[in-house]
């Protein structure tokens, strides 16, 4: 019988090979960023990835958070489903201007539709949501600084994106900033 731990790992390593082949459909790189903001964000993201995926070993990182539930690990696993689709919905919308780095493409264009137009960074979204839920299922101290330190790298690499864009495509980008949120989308009524 599969465990909620077993599902979120089979989740997360089919969404990486899916993601790892799709990444040979993208445009050719025009900007890139440098190594150095590159470790800036990703120190802190394999951090992160390797206390919340880390087997866990005895000790005080390892103790469960919350009483132990079948629901919330369950609960888990249909959260970072639901994360991790949101990322691909993101990223086939997108299309050939995804990078895994901070990067501008051949004639990037900036994508306002989709999942882009409820939020500025919506892969980020789905990454921590996908995140959150594997947490759940963790239910450790390890896990729940792994997220932290997981959202941490993301707000960095966020920081870069819009220094980025905001360089490259000026007044228009600026005003997509101030209509859309960066991560958490704010629903309106009609």
């Known amino acids: 019988m599969i465990t909620p731990a077993d599902a979120v790992g089979i989740l997360w390593l089919a969404w990486l090979a899916g993601w790892g082949l799709a990444s ?3 445009a050719r790189t025009v900007v890139r960023q440098s190594a150095a903001s590159r470790l800036a964000h990703g120190a802190l993201l394999w951090i992160g990835g390797m206390l919340l995926f880390m087997r866990p070993r005895p000790g005080l990182l390892w103790l469960p958070l919350f009483p132990v539930s079948v629901w919330t690990m369950w609960a888990g696993v249909v959260v970072c489903a639901a ?17 895994g780095t901070v990067t501008l493409k051949q004639d990037h264009a900036l994508i306002r539709t989709g999942p882009y137009a409820l939020t500025r960074h919506p892969i980020y979204t789905g990454l ?30 966020i920081r870069q994106e819009e220094r980025l864009l905001a360089s490259h495509f000026g007044s228009v980008y600026e005003a997509y900033r101030a209509e859309v949120p960066a991560l958490v989308p704010r629903f309106r009524r009609p």
């Not at 994360?83 to 990078?99: E, I, K, M, P």
């Open 83 to 99: 994360g991790l689709a949101y990322t691909w919905w993101a990223r086939v919308h997108l299309g050939r201007n995804w990078s």
């Open 24 to 26: 040979w459909w993208t």
């Open 128 to 157: 921590l949501l996908a995140v959150i839920g594997s947490a759940l299922t963790r239910d450790s101290l390890a896990g729940l600084i792994g997220l932290g330190f997981l959202f941490a790298g993301l707000l960095v690499k």
